[in-house]
């Protein structure tokens, strides 16, 4: 049974760039968040994504913006990168249900703006 | 609005001593709280949840935590430390009839020999 994968593992951009970053949950999940760990710091909540439709968000501006797809994979946009996006960039996925606050996250997105 | 603060961002402690991290949250709601743990360059792994009934919680690796809700507390300890958790722990809550989980700004916990 996959858990959740990420792609790619590492990335580096320059300010002003636009990045991708990608998901798979793990199987029978639908549910989909993703979060940005600044080096030293706990995970913050970017948004959540469910039924393909952000379902709620954090404080990150308009920049940050996601999709999620019907096979319940999802990906995170970033646009106009700045410096302060350098960041592990970590995805979780959950169940709609009974069991939904449990979270399991894949192994993250190191991004580097330079 | 709801909160998580854990006091002390690195804890050292020797190999099989008491390992206490604590974590206090703020709630206007009933609370789910958790522990997660983190190991260099991976996500994140729960460790242990609190949702409803028995406040003394047991987790993976031999790790508990207590629910105290008239001290807003959710402590996690583990009786003797081992080298293997030296690691990063992050304390969380997510609201009753909410989507988001917060997190605490975590910590390191160094397991010296």
């Known amino acids: 049974d996959a858990g959740v994968t990420q792609s790619p593992t590492h990335l580096i951009k320059t300010r002003g760039q636009q990045v991708t970053l990608r998901c798979s949950p793990k199987?029978?999940?639908?549910?989909v968040s993703w979060y940005q760990q600044a080096l030293g710091q706990g995970p913050q909540f970017i948004f959540q994504?469910?039924?393909?439709?952000?379902?709620q968000r954090g404080n990150f501006p308009d920049r940050f913006s996601g999709h999620q797809f019907p096979n319940y994979s999802s990906e995170l946009n970033v646009n106009a990168l700045l410096l302060g996006d350098s960041a592990l960039y970590l995805c979780?996925?959950?169940?709609?249900?009974?069991?939904?606050?449990?979270?399991?996250f894949g192994s993250g997105t190191q991004l580097s703006v330079l | 609005a709801q909160s998580v603060t854990q006091l002390g961002s690195h804890v050292s402690v020797s190999e099989g001593a008491l390992v206490l991290l604590r974590c206090n949250y703020s709630?206007?709601?009933?609370?789910?709280l958790f522990w997660y743990v983190q190991y260099p360059n991976q996500g994140l792994q729960l460790l242990l949840k609190?949702?409803?009934?028995?406040?003394l919680v047991k987790g993976i690796n031999g790790f508990e935590a207590e629910f105290k809700k008239s001290e807003t507390s959710f402590h996690l300890t583990k009786p003797s430390a081992h080298m293997s958790d030296a690691a990063e722990y992050f304390c969380?809550?997510?609201?009753?009839?909410?989507?988001?989980?917060?997190f605490g700004a975590g910590t390191r916990l160094f397991v010296k020999a």
């Open positions: 709630s206007s709601v009933p609370p789910y």
């Open positions: 994504y469910y039924e393909e439709e952000e379902r």
């Open positions: 969380a809550v997510l609201n009753t009839g909410g989507f988001k989980t917060i």
């Open positions: 609190y949702t409803t009934g028995a406040t």
């Open positions: 199987s029978g999940h639908d549910t």
């Open positions: 979780a996925s959950s169940l709609s249900g009974g069991a939904r606050e449990k979270l399991f």
